[in-house]
């Protein structure tokens, strides 16, 4: 039996409200706010993707509404595109040396990649993410040799649990790193590599003033999302590394303009 059109409409109208507001959001967050079942979540998702008012992603939904000024939490963003995450995260590791100093910016991408670098020889990390830094506090990697030495640049957390403001960018301009391995909040052709958080945009900034190459780590969902403020330009990347669901006129895009463009899963 067909849903009242109606009531069917009110609630869409609030799942776009509620994206917008957040720039993600859960199937599992809606099913439990809203009251209805899982499939009525994706039914209503299909039709907001279907009218351009969302894009679709695992497990979820992002916004398409243009600039967005607020951050989704870092569990929230967890949940979503699991898997390119995971493949973008494998690509990017294999750009960190032994013996070398990186970067790792906060966000759940990031956080992925910082995974997958506990084993590696000698590896000094600087990172103003929590979760990461959490991550590789010190400890025995499996064949029992010291974990990476982790430095973290102090200052005031985000939504997204990343350490932003004057303190973390006093730290960074004193550093110099091999690598930055930076998240996105939203990468497109005329705004660059953005994040809705205007403090979190002046700490990466000082990240990239502070690192000899530049990796943006973002899976094909966040072309075309447009954060608040500019971080990056597409020109200053070195390495933009991304997944197999990147469409054709991003790989276009990012060809032309990054130093290097790598897609997960490809060979």
Do not use: C
């Amino acid at each position: 039996m067909a849903e009242p059109g109606p009531l069917a409409a009110q609630r869409r109208e609030l799942i776009l409200d509620i994206v917008r507001r957040k720039g993600a959001v859960r199937v599992a967050a809606l099913v439990e706010q809203l009251g209805v079942s899982d499939m009525t979540i994706r039914r209503d998702l299909d039709v907001l993707a279907r009218s351009g008012s969302v894009e679709k992603v695992h497990g979820g939904a992002v916004s398409t509404s243009g600039t967005t000024a607020d951050e989704p939490g870092f569990e929230a963003k967890s949940a979503l595109e699991s898997a390119a995450k995971a493949a973008v995260a494998d690509a990017a590791a294999e750009l960190v040396k032994p013996g070398s100093v990186v970067a790792i910016s906060g966000g759940t991408t990031t956080y992925a990649v910082a995974h997958r670098l506990r084993d590696i020889a000698g590896l000094t990390v600087v990172t103003n993410s929590l979760p990461v830094a959490e991550l590789l506090r010190p400890s025995e990697s499996k064949d029992g040799a010291a974990g990476p030495t982790v430095l973290v640049t102090g200052g005031a957390p985000t939504k997204s649990a990343s350490l932003v403001g004057p303190l973390a960018d006093q730290a960074i301009r004193s550093l110099q790193v091999d690598l930055l391995i930076v998240g996105a909040h939203g990468v497109s052709e005329r705004a660059g590599v953005t994040t809705p958080n205007l403090a979190e945009a002046q700490t990466n900034r000082a990240l990239i003033s502070a690192a000899t190459q530049l990796a943006v780590v973002a899976d094909h969902s966040k072309w075309g999302i447009v954060g608040l403020s500019r971080f990056a330009e597409l020109s200053e990347i070195d390495y933009f590394v991304s997944d197999e669901g990147l469409g054709t006129q991003a790989r276009a895009v990012l060809g032309e303009n990054v130093g290097r463009l790598i897609l997960a899963g490809s060979h």
